[in-house]
């Protein structure tokens, strides 16, 4: 056992990553999985000197897999398709995360990544609730293919100056609530916007919703620059 507290690297060929390497390895500062598909639940959860991960070929990003990682700068993921709930939840280092080929990003996702400025999902059509919920350095986002964002995904995110959403459908509650910094939207294909979706967005002076047939109550309230 005292062995494992001295391995800081691991390199291994396994398909499936399935235990709880704080457990047996709390030092341990950088991974790599290059045949690994499957990222198993809280697999690296409060690996709080991981620095490095590689696992180019996963495809599933299991619940809590990275969350609470707070030495992780950057995550890219060039097949995952599933990041699962709260998986990268408190990861305050990160800074940038890839994933191509990504589809769906699961509730609490990247919660409370403080640091995080540069996303990249080109083809996620579904974003879950709070998935970037107090991400307070991200000043851009673009989701060419979401439909669905998920209720508080955006909350609180302080420094968003530029959202793109050209195929979005459905916009849940509180969605971008707090979002002080952002000044103009426009959502070409949305129809549903749900109740405080944009409320308290304090800067915000321009909507265009020409699709739109649902507002719900105070979708806009608290924008007290919009006229």
């Known amino acids: 056992d005292s062995l494992c507290w001295?391995?800081?690297?691991?390199?291994?060929?396994d398909t499936l990553v399935e235990m709880s390497m704080?457990?047996?390895?709390?030092?341990?500062?950088?991974?790599?999985?290059?045949?690994?598909?499957?990222?198993?639940?809280k697999a690296f959860s409060g690996c709080t000197a991981l620095t490095s991960a590689s696992f180019p070929n996963a495809t599933d990003i299991g619940e809590r897999a990275f969350s609470g990682c707070t030495a992780l700068t950057s995550a890219s993921f060039p097949n995952a398709?599933?990041?699962g709930e709260r998986a990268f939840e408190d990861c305050t280092?990160?800074?940038?995360?890839?994933?191509?080929?990504a589809t769906y990003i699961g509730m609490w996702a990247f919660e409370d990544c403080t640091a995080l400025s540069s996303v990249s999902f080109p083809n996620v059509t579904n974003i879950g609730g709070t998935a970037f919920r107090d991400c307070t350095a991200l000043t851009s986002v673009s989701f060419p293919n979401a439909t669905n964002i998920g209720d508080i995904a955006f909350?609180?995110?302080?420094?968003?100056?530029s959202?793109?959403?050209?195929?979005?459908?459905?916009?849940?509650?509180?969605?971008f609530k707090d979002c002080t910094a952002l000044t103009s939207i426009s959502f070409p294909n949305a129809t549903d916007i749900?109740?405080?979706a944009f409320k308290d967005c304090t800067?915000?002076?321009?909507?265009?919703?020409?699709?739109?047939?649902?507002?719900?109550?105070?979708?806009?309230?608290?924008?007290?620059t919009l006229t």
């Open 6 to 13: 001295q391995i800081t690297h691991i390199s291994s060929n």
């Open 22 to 41: 704080r457990t047996y390895f709390p030092n341990l500062q950088s991974v790599s999985f290059p045949n690994a598909t499957d990222i198993g639940e």
């Open 81 to 83: 398709t599933d990041i």
């Open 93 to 101: 280092a990160l800074t940038s995360v890839s994933f191509p080929n």
């Open 155 to 161: 909350l609180n995110c302080t420094a968003l100056t």
């Open 163 to 175: 959202v793109s959403f050209p195929n979005a459908t459905y916009i849940e509650g509180s969605a």
């Open 194 to 196: 749900v109740g405080s």
């Open 203 to 224: 800067a915000l002076t321009s909507v265009s919703f020409p699709n739109a047939t649902f507002i719900g109550m105070w979708a806009f309230s608290g924008c007290t």
